[in-house]
């Protein structure tokens, strides 16, 4: 039987309107997470990572998919009604036992001298949608889909810092539309020591959805 989605009904409380609600791409993640839960509870994560979790839905979901074979979850976004809404999802859902922290921040900064080289699993599913460049963060309800040229503004000033946060046995799932070139993103973290693979996909109204899982070896 498939795990639980989250319960995210308190996001229409007003304090929680400008938060992502999940959709097709949230999903798509998830189903991801839970086909690797096998292979994802075999990696014993100490540390897990979602940087931009929105409602929470992912992070809290990735609690459930690992349950007491994972030491701590932290989930960033630069929305503090994000961080609200996902420590709120967290607390509601099966997952309430595994430790939660949640960070006000872009991307993990702050965080990334503490977490170097100790992230076992890392989740992004980013402002992918292609858009002028001055909607990225023109308003926190931009700040969840507009990615500027390629929609890939936000996610290319992630992807170097990606290898030196990873483990040595970490892995990275991240979400993209074709329009992000995945291809190109998957030569840049290759030029990182990073191989990946698409691991999902599915279309959903006009966009083609895809899962990517990059790792420093072949992650199964
Ligand atoms: C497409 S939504 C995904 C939300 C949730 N993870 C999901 O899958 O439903 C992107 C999220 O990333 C956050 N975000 C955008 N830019 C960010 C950045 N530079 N650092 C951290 N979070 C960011 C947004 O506020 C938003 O919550």
Not at 49 to 58: A, D, K, L, M, W
Not at 196 to 220: K, M, N, T
Request: glycine letters at 8%; aromatic letters at 6%.
């Amino acid at each position: 039987m498939g795990l639980p989605t989250p319960d995210t009904a308190h996001l229409r409380r007003p304090e929680y309107a400008t938060v992502y609600e999940p959709a097709e791409d949230t999903y798509l993640l998830l189903d991801a997470l839970e086909s690797d839960r096998e292979s994802l509870q075999a990696l014993r994560p100490a540390v897990c990572v979602e940087i931009g979790s929105g409602s929470g839905c992912v992070s809290a979901f990735l609690g459930q998919v690992l349950g007491p074979h994972c030491a701590l979850i932290i989930s960033t976004d630069i929305n503090p009604a994000a961080n609200a809404a996902t420590k709120e999802t967290a607390a509601r859902s099966a997952a309430h036992a595994v430790p939660f922290e949640q960070c006000r921040t872009r991307f993990v900064q702050g965080l990334d001298a503490r977490l170097a080289g100790s992230v076992d699993v890392l989740v992004f599913n980013p402002p992918y949608v292609v858009t002028p460049t001055a909607e990225i963060d023109s308003t926190p309800e931009a700040s969840a889909w507009a990615g500027g040229e390629h929609g890939r503004e936000v996610l290319d000033q992630l992807l170097p810092q990606i290898p030196a946060l990873l483990s040595p046995a970490g892995r990275f799932y991240l979400v993209v539309i074709e329009e992000n070139k995945p291809e190109e993103i998957a030569q840049i973290l290759a030029a990182h020591g990073l191989q990946g693979a698409r691991v999902l996909s599915r279309r959903a109204g006009r966009e083609h959805l895809s899962i990517y899982r990059f790792s420093r070896g072949c992650a199964e």
